[in-house]
C-alpha cells in the first residue's frame, strides 16, 4: 500500500466532492429552521440597551443597526455556535451523517472496509483469522458480565471498552 491516509487527505477528497458545501447548507438550513434561536436573538434584541436608549428613535435605522451589531454579535454567535456544535456532536442525526461520511471516504481512500469502529452497541462475533495464533491457555479470562460492568461504568484501568474514545456518548 501507499503512504498512510491523512486527516488533510479526507478533508480535501471531502472539499472537491462537494460534501463538505452540502454539509454546510444542512447545518445553515437546520439553524434557519431553530425556533428557540430565533426566539432567543428576537428576545435580545427586544431587550437590548440600544433600543431602550433614550434618543434611540431618532437614530437612523443605520445606526440603530450597527449599535445593535456591536451590542449583540457576539451573543448571538455565541448562541448560534453552541447550537452547531450541537448538530455536529448529535449521533443521531448530522453528526452520525458526518462521522459516517468521513469514515467512508477513509476507507474508500485506503481501500479498508467500514466499519472501522463498530458500534459498540451492536454485539458482533469476531471473524477468525487462520493466520493468527490462540492465545496461551495461561491467558487471564474474565467473565462476559465483568466487561460489560466496566464499560457500562467507564472503567478502563480494568480493561473496559477500547472503543471508549470513539463513544460519542462518552465525554473527554
Known sequence: MGS????????????????????????????????????????????SKVLSTPGAEKQTKRELFDALRQELEA?????????????????????????????????QLSGREPPLFPDPNIESFPVKDKNVSPPSSSSKKRPFDDIRKEEDTGDESTGGSAFSDHNPKVRN
Open 4 to 47: 498512510p491516509i491523512t486527516p488533510e487527505d479526507v478533508l480535501e477528497t471531502l472539499m472537491n466532492d462537494g460534501t463538505v458545501d452540502a454539509i454546510r447548507l444542512k447545518i445553515i438550513n437546520q439553524l434557519k429552521a431553530n425556533e428557540e434561536l430565533k426566539k432567543n436573538t428576537i428576545k435580545m434584541v427586544e431587550q
Open 75 to 107: 451573543p448571538v454567535l455565541e448562541k448560534a455556535s453552541r447550537s452547531v456544535w450541537e448538530l455536529i456532536l448529535d449521533q443521531n442525526g448530522l453528526g452520525k451523517e458526518i462521522s459516517d461520511t468521513v469514515e467512508r471516504v477513509f476507507c
